[in-house]
């Protein structure tokens, strides 16, 4: 009899990453097909005769149209992904933790841990000895949870938010593609988004592996 083995907490935690990237791309892709087709129509429209009539209602419906897809709407889809990123890998390092817990029979939770998620699970893998958060990734953790919050709780100001002044030395560094816009608002390119999700990605396939998960593909166990 032929068995097959798959560990599903593996495969549904890789599968939330894929899902993120998938509406990324739909979404862009989505949003780049509704600016063309809304600017032609725009473009389509009779041209007045005088400069100043085209400017009160052609251009005016151009400017609008590029602010919105090339300022709006890039913002808010980059924040929500940002924010969505953040509740998966939250959850997930929670889980993984839990289900060392279980399958090792540890006598005691993440929960019972204080701090940050960062923080919990570095002391929770610590407490028992087990793999650990490198540290370059526990840096780049601190950095987007940074992010993060100034989108949740700043609504992107960086004037006033919650550790300002580690936010607006992340974003000065050349390395992380931050900047701020004329408002002083965060701005979150797509590369820094993706860039996140590929290392987050990583750090936890290295933790499978290195925490002894089952694969997150079916594989066959038994052949009699």
Wanted: aromatic share 12%; with cysteine; glycine share 4%.
């Amino acid at each position: 009899m032929t068995k097959f083995r798959i560990d599903w907490f593996r495969a549904e935690t890789l599968g939330d990453f894929g899902e993120l990237r998938r509406y990324f791309e739909r979404v862009e892709s989505q949003l780049d097909e509704t600016s063309r087709l809304e600017r032609y129509v725009i473009e389509s429209q009779p041209k007045p005769k005088d400069w100043d009539t085209y400017q009160e209602t052609i251009q005016q419906e151009l400017d609008t149209h590029r602010y919105e897809f090339e300022e709006t709407l890039p913002r808010i889809l980059i924040y929500s992904l940002v924010t969505s990123l953040h509740t998966v890998v939250e959850y997930r390092l929670k889980g993984i933790c839990n289900q060392v817990k279980k399958r090792k029979n540890l006598p005691i939770s993440i929960t019972k841990f204080q701090g940050n998620i960062v923080e919990k699970a570095s002391n929770f893998l610590k407490a028992f000895n087990l793999p650990l958060l490198q540290d370059g990734e526990i840096q780049r953790l601190r950095d987007f949870i940074l992010v993060r919050n100034c989108i949740v709780h700043n609504t992107g100001f960086v004037e006033g938010s919650h550790d300002e002044n580690a936010l607006r030395s992340l974003i000065s560094s050349e390395a992380c593609g931050l900047s701020l816009d004329w408002e002083k608002r965060i701005v979150v390119p797509k590369t820094y988004f993706l860039k996140s999700l590929d290392a987050f990605l990583d750090m936890f396939q290295r933790l499978f592996v290195a925490l002894d998960f089952g694969s997150e593909i079916m594989v066959r166990v038994e052949d009699t």
